[in-house]
């Protein structure tokens, strides 16, 4: 029934979400979050470099937007909005961290809540080597993507991953534009470094066409034939 609500919003601009938010509409707020959830998550954890310490600054945030929505005057889009409450979010936690000593950054999750590259499957059916192949990149592009400095990886992941202009970022990290350019620029050329370095190793194995493709292309070929469990006659 739940899922039913949200559907019957899930189509409404930000503002009529707002408006139900701010009527304490539990639909509406659901709505809110699934929207910008991928966006939000990401440029948290780039931020604080881990997915559990990302997931625990994207419910702050949440809790800290929604108790100040009322607040909100439309003067830059909610996504902004709310990509600069996860910002501020996340700095101040890395803040917290580096005054208690702690460490700023835990083993990655190489299981990530959200892939980095989506690789399309171009066979009918899902290839388990194909799979995990594609598997193995994104988590060799995440694992990249982790190794950034911060101030690289948090505009990267804005730009590139996310899609967020150039003054969008810039607002959201309270940079100017000519440094996120320059930042990003200097983020394209150190991750090509990385998976240069990474990926040389991995050329022999690119492309595999074994497996069901193998097994796929040897099927049509013997039905062609029309050899289907026989053999070839002299």
Same mark, same amino acid.
């Given at each position: 029934m739940e899922n039913l609500r949200i559907e019957a919003v899930d189509g409404w601009a930000d503002a009529e979400l707002i408006a139900g938010a701010l009527d304490r509409n539990e639909a509406a707020v659901r709505a809110l979050i699934q929207r910008y959830n991928?966006? !939000?998550?990401?440029?948290?954890?780039? #931020?604080v470099g881990n997915d559990a310490e990302?997931?625990?600054? *994207? =419910?702050? /945030?949440? #809790? %800290? $937007?929604?108790?100040? !929505?009322?607040?909100? %005057?439309? &003067?830059a889009s909610l996504a902004t909005w709310l990509t600069r409450i996860v910002v501020? &979010?996340? *700095? =101040?936690? *890395? %803040? @917290?961290?580096?005054? @208690? =000593? *702690? &460490? $700023?950054? /835990?083993?990655?999750?190489?299981? /990530? !809540?959200? &892939?980095?590259?989506?690789?399309? !499957?171009?066979?009918p059916l899902p290839d388990p080597e194909i799979t995990m192949a594609q598997r193995e990149i994104c988590v060799l592009v995440e694992q990249a993507i982790d190794a950034l400095p911060q101030e690289f990886r948090t505009v990267l992941v804005a730009r590139t991953i996310e899609g967020m202009s150039t003054e969008e970022t810039a607002d959201a990290f309270g940079l100017k534009a000519e440094t996120v350019k320059t930042r990003l620029h200097r983020a394209r050329q150190m991750l090509r470094a990385v998976l240069e370095e990474h990926l040389g190793s991995q050329f022999p194995h690119v492309f595999p066409f074994d497996g069901v493709r193998c097994q796929r292309i040897a099927d049509t070929v013997l039905a062609r034939l029309g050899l289907q469990g026989g053999n070839l006659s002299a």
């Open positions: 991928r966006r !939000l998550y990401r440029v948290a954890r780039s #931020v990302a997931e625990d600054v *994207l =419910q702050d /945030a949440y #809790v %800290r $937007a929604f108790s100040a !929505l009322n607040g909100y %005057r439309g &003067e501020n &979010e996340a *700095l =101040q936690r *890395l %803040r @917290h961290h580096k005054t @208690h =000593q *702690l &460490e $700023a950054k /835990a083993p990655g999750d190489l299981q /990530a !809540l959200a &892939e980095v590259i989506p690789f399309p !499957l171009h066979a």
